[in-house]
T-cell receptor, first 113, second 113 residues
Framework: ETGVTQTPRHLVMGMTNKKSLKCEQH?????MYWYKQSAKKPLELMFV???????ENNSVPSRFSPECPNSSHLFLHLHTLQPEDSALYLC????????????FGPGTRLTVT | DQQVKQNSPSLSVQEGRISILNCDYT??????FLWYKKYPAEGPTFLIS?????DKNEDGRFTVFLNKSAKHLSLHIVPSQPGDSAVYFC????????????FGGGTRVLVKP
């Protein structure tokens, strides 16, 4: 499989549930990202990992917990979410450093009930 | 406060004609700009970019123009094709921030046959 993959593609969870989103990239990149896209809002950067180290946390609430075990995999662990957290969550990867050309996965459509 | 703005939420154009998408930014530290295209149920895909040392970059049917003094960039697609119907996002990064991208809200383009 090539490119950036994300699972699951759709997720419905209650506010008391714990779930995880998974992202995998097959491009040999060493930077990975989580973005959130809410309805009628721009993509918002959530987290950046460079060489497995978190280098950016864009004031994201602690109910979102990222994990990057290696340069190819990125997780977003979710717990006690709120309905306003319902959104499209996109993962991306790139070569680390200056280049802005990020490659995106198809996203996970999350609904919190 | 949105640092990157796309003031036209939608654009309709006839096949074969030119599509012009606009983007304004407020952060004078931005020095690298990108355009992404997004189809439904897919992640954004990179289209074209421009560094602030240039005022124009061309790739096939796509040309990006940058006016630094006006803090404005535009994407020209000519000739427009039905397959170009998608949502287009502009994004910007600042050298000091490395690979952190700030996105605009997107413009939905419909190319009519």
């Amino acid at each position: 499989e090539t490119g950036v993959t994300q699972t699951p593609r759709h997720l419905v969870m209650g506010m008391t549930n714990k779930k995880s989103l998974k992202c995998e990239q097959h491009l040999g990149h060493n930077a990975m990202y989580w973005y959130k896209q809410s309805a009628k809002k721009p993509l918002e950067l959530m987290f950046v990992y460079n060489f497995k180290e978190q280098t950016e946390n864009n004031s994201v609430p602690s109910r979102f917990s990222p994990e990057c075990p290696n340069s190819s995999h990125l997780f977003l662990h979710l717990h006690t979410l709120q309905p306003e957290d319902s959104a499209l969550y996109l993962c991306a990867s790139s070569h680390s450093g200056r280049s802005g050309e990020q490659y995106f996965g198809p996203g996970t459509r999350l609904t919190v009930t | 406060d949105q640092q990157v703005k796309q003031n036209s939420p939608s654009l309709s154009v006839q096949e074969g004609r030119i599509s012009i998408l606009n983007c304004d930014y407020t952060n004078s530290m931005f020095d690298y700009f990108l355009w992404y295209k997004k189809y439904p149920a897919e992640g954004p895909t990179f289209l074209i970019s421009i560094s602030s040392i240039k005022d124009k970059n061309e790739d096939g049917r796509f040309t990006v123009f940058l006016n630094k003094s006006a803090k404005h960039l535009s994407l020209h697609i000519v000739p427009s094709q039905p397959g170009d119907s998608a949502v287009y996002f502009c994004a910007a990064s600042a050298g000091a921030a490395g690979n952190k991208l700030t996105f605009g809200g997107g413009t939905r383009v419909l190319v009519k046959p």
